[in-house]
């Protein structure tokens, strides 16, 4: 639990918050690195069970609203990347809520995923190193001297990259939640979501390290006050596909994607 001093990034919320981290559900390219190359990594669509996974998450969230005290809001602001995958989810959280439970629902590029440059749509080593020999190189070697936080893949971001760009998306929900809703749904990816719970919860550059992405569709709570302290918890850890189930559910959910163009 947090305890903020005169410092703290929350010491401007005195009332009752709740910070919903919300994963993307599994994607094509959860199943095949394949889908990164075919339709570019902003593009990639859920699966069908992707959106099972998120409309589950979506009415956990919900019913964790229905059961706050009577004299607390229910609405709930939405923010989401502009990923295709998220944008799905995002779908999926507002169609297992009440309408009136649906407040202010923004999209914001801050919250997009990890930029890997050059290695983008590439997630294999031996490929990177194949393909890249001389970048992969200098790449490793910033990883081994520098850290995995601080290391830029050739081109891309750092992880500390994007906790800065992270932090700054921050403060824009601390300012909004002054006049609105305490109840925020941030529907972002792996490491979006825990750069995020790193920022709001001044974690050390070492819990990101040995803490792990969480899974596609799980869902994080970020509660407390600024008097009380904050606290996180997994409050919703979603279903895997299980073997032997249809393979209809590794199909693309329901989405017209742009093929990327050709690169010269």
Do not use: C
């Amino acid at each position: 639990m947090m305890r903020g001093d005169s410092n703290s990034i929350s010491e401007i919320a005195g009332w009752p918050m709740r910070i919903f981290l919300f994963r993307h559900g599994e994607s094509l390219g959860n199943v095949s690195e394949q889908a990164y190359r075919q339709f570019g990594d902003h593009n990639v669509p859920l699966t069908q069970w992707g959106y099972r996974q998120a409309l589950e998450a979506g009415r956990v969230i919900a019913s964790y609203l229905k059961s706050l005290p009577d004299d607390e809001s229910q609405t709930l602001d939405v923010w989401y990347s502009p990923f295709l995958r998220t944008r799905q989810t995002k779908d999926a959280l507002l169609a297992s809520l009440p309408a009136g439970f649906i407040g202010n629902v923004r999209e914001d590029y801050l919250l997009r995923e990890q930029d890997f440059g050059l290695f983008s749509e590439i997630y294999d080593h031996a490929e990177q190193r194949q393909k890249f020999p001389d970048e992969f190189e200098k790449w490793a070697r910033l990883r081994n001297s520098s850290g995995k936080f601080y290391a830029r893949p050739p081109d891309g971001e750092s992880r500390a990259d994007v906790a800065q760009r992270v932090r700054l998306f921050l403060q824009t929900v601390m300012h909004d939640a002054r006049n609105g809703t305490g109840n925020v749904a941030i529907v972002g990816h792996g490491v979006t979501n825990r750069a995020f719970e790193m920022s709001f919860l001044q974690r050390s550059v070492d819990w990101f390290e040995r803490s792990h992405n969480p899974g596609n569709a799980d869902v994080i709570l970020i509660e407390g006050s600024h008097a009380m302290g904050y606290a996180s918890k997994l409050l919703h850890q979603a279903a895997d596909r299980q073997e032997g189930q249809k393979d209809g559910l590794r199909d693309a959910y329901d989405a017209v994607v742009t093929m990327t163009p050709a690169r010269e």
